[in-house]
């Protein structure tokens, strides 16, 4: 009657400890970065001696995240490149928009401006062809001074974005550091993993590779 009666209780212990994972699944359904937990169970043995074997009932043994390492390295491998890719594309598409433009950009005044030199070497004597060369060579020597003037801009807000982007790594690697030193208090003689914390810190290096 005892064994029954134990056998009950670590099937009402164990699922008692599935119903509370269950329920912190639930509950953080919407959380950023949460990995659903799932407890993993194992059977009793049965106490030597007695007659026949039926077991002991069941426990839990650990409560585990459901996670793939390997995935999760391959998607911040991408993540950091498409970052990467992005910032490279905006840098160069705000200079080609500039540089290249059709209406304002270089390549017209310098070809208006190698167009002019060309009729003054056709007719050295023209008046008209001077100043047309003259005018067009003021015109493309305030292009430049321009376009120097917003190059040493687009450096600036280069400098000003990655000194935002280490502080924000800084931040980011401070927080990981104090994620790992609670996992390593938690964890001294405590079988299950804390998952949570191991979310946060996911979380935190998605965040740094992103």
């Known amino acids: ?103 304002s950009g270089l390549d017209r005044m310098m070809q208006e401006f190698f167009a002019s030199i060309e009729d003054v070497s056709a007719d050295p004597t023209s008046i008209p062809a001077r100043n047309v060369m003259l005018n067009r060579s003021e015109v493309l020597t305030d292009r430049f001074r321009s376009l120097d003037g917003w190059m040493e801009d687009l450096r600036a807000q280069a400098n000003r974005d990655m000194d935002t982007f280490v502080q924000e790594i800084n931040g980011l690697g401070a927080a990981i550091a104090d994620v790992n030193r609670r996992i390593q208090e938690v964890s001294v003689n405590r079988a299950n993993p804390p998952n949570d914390l191991l979310d946060q810190r996911d979380k935190l290096i998605d965040d740094l590779s992103g």
């Open 1 to 103: 009657m005892a064994s029954i009666l134990n056998t009950g209780i670590s099937a009402l212990n164990a699922f008692q400890r599935q119903l509370n994972t269950v329920g912190h699944n639930i509950a953080n359904v919407n959380t950023e970065g949460y990995s659903r937990q799932q407890v993993e169970f194992r059977a009793l043995a049965e106490p030597v001696g007695g007659v026949g074997y039926t077991g002991a009932g069941v426990e839990a043994v650990t409560i585990r995240r459901s996670y793939d390492e390997y995935l999760t390295g391959r998607v911040r491998s991408y993540t950091a490149s498409q970052q990467e890719y992005a910032v490279f594309y905006e840098r160069a598409s705000r200079v080609d928009d500039v540089v290249a433009d059709a209406a």
